[in-house]
């Protein structure tokens, strides 16, 4: 069974930082491209970035450019996302997705990522 477990949410001031873990099981994450999203409520989900197999690419939506670093850990089978001077306007529920390579455009697509984790809620406020 593959599962993808998101981790490391929480509340966090204005200009603060969290990093957000996606743990895999049941499936070897560096086989995969894996995407960030997110999902304010009453809007659309929303593709943040997206890291290549090989890690070789990263992509970033351009609200994140520069705040927001991801990466990934062959060893622990898990993907990363740093997010440092965070705003209010980045609360949402943050997933992770596994899909078969990024590519602009293409990793902003839900329908292009065949496993999903839960979600993890991410407020920023003071």
């Known amino acids: 069974q593959v599962q993808l477990v998101e981790s490391g949410g929480g509340l966090v001031q204005p200009g603060g930082s969290l990093r957000l873990s996606c743990a895999a099981s049941?499936?070897?994450?560096?086989?995969?491209?894996v995407g960030w999203f997110r999902q304010a409520p009453g809007k659309e989900r929303e593709g943040v970035s997206c890291?290549?197999?090989?890690?070789?690419?990263?992509y970033y939506t351009d609200s994140v450019t520069g705040r927001f670093t991801i990466s990934r850990d062959a060893a622990k089978n898990t993907v990363y996302l740093q997010m440092n001077s965070l705003k209010p306007e980045d609360t949402a529920v943050y997933y992770c997705?596994?899909?078969?390579?990024?590519?602009?455009?293409?990793?902003?697509?839900?329908?292009?990522?065949?496993?999903w984790g839960q979600g993890t809620q991410v407020t920023v406020s003071s």
């Open positions: 890291i290549s197999s090989s890690a070789s690419s990263t």
């Open positions: 997705a596994a899909t078969s390579f990024c590519q602009t455009g293409y990793y902003r697509g839900t329908p292009n990522y065949g496993y």
């Open positions: 049941g499936i070897t994450l560096d086989d995969y491209a």
